[in-house]
């Protein structure tokens, strides 16, 4: 079953514009992380921010998580050409070994 | 730099084959993952390994078995591959606990 489920699915920009990106999940976490995915390839782990914290950001990124929602957001500002590809959130599901559960991710495209 | 490796890219096999993919980690992790990714699904949870010969069913086992016999190796295993199975393969580990993942870069299979 899914935990996360990311909104929009696919969103389309300029670059230079910003992104924004959706995720919802459904039980309580610990943390809920975010994960990159360029075609055809693995996933790379962006930024992991936890249940007490409300807001992180690193580098261009800035993720909030707002836990009475189970909601979070991931915000890429000043795209590039080079943002191009799927974003994952994940969350470790707490009743069951802290497996990694992952929603079905946004297709951003960062057009030139 | 860590690294997780999976033996192959790309693979093609028969109908009814036995087929084994393996992936290997050298960050010494406790925790591993074997997913698999079909377009507009996300990633799936196939088994989680918590440790040496320990195993969990992730959301998705059926038709699927897997192996660790050592910390660094988790093998997944297609008992006899169907049509159905033809996806992207993912594997990951991590510590233990709700920490970040690392990822290999993905087997594609194609079942024929």
């Known amino acids: 079953s899914q935990q996360g489920e990311e909104d929009p699915q696919a969103l389309s920009i300029q670059e230079g514009e910003n992104a924004t990106m959706n995720c919802s999940y459904k039980?309580?976490?610990?943390?809920l992380q975010w994960y990159r995915q360029n075609s055809g390839r693995g996933l790379v782990h962006l930024i992991l921010?936890?249940?007490?914290?409300r807001e992180k950001h690193s580098g261009r990124l800035r993720v909030t998580l707002d836990t009475s929602k189970k909601s979070s957001s991931l915000l890429i500002t000043a795209s590039r050409a080079a943002d191009t590809a799927s974003y994952f959130c994940a969350t470790p599901r707490m009743d069951s070994s802290y497996k990694l559960i992952f929603g079905s991710g946004t297709r951003l495209l960062v057009r030139p | 730099d860590v690294k997780v490796t999976q033996s192959s890219r790309y693979l093609v096999k028969r109908t009814g084959e036995k087929v084994f993919l393996e992936c290997v980690q050298d960050m010494d992790h406790e925790n591993m993952f074997w997913y698999r990714q079909d377009p507009g699904l996300g990633l799936r949870l196939i088994y989680f390994?918590?440790?040496?010969?320990?195993?969990e069913k992730g959301d998705i086992p059926e038709g699927y078995s897997v192996s660790r016999e050592k910390k660094e190796r988790f093998s997944l295993i297609l008992e006899s591959a169907s049509t159905n199975q033809t996806s992207m393969y993912l594997c990951a580990s991590r510590v233990p606990s709700d920490t970040e993942a690392f990822f290999g870069q993905g087997t594609r299979l194609t079942v024929v």
């Open positions: 390994s918590y440790d040496v010969k320990m195993k």
């Open positions: 921010i936890r249940s007490n914290e």
């Open positions: 039980t309580s976490i610990n943390n």
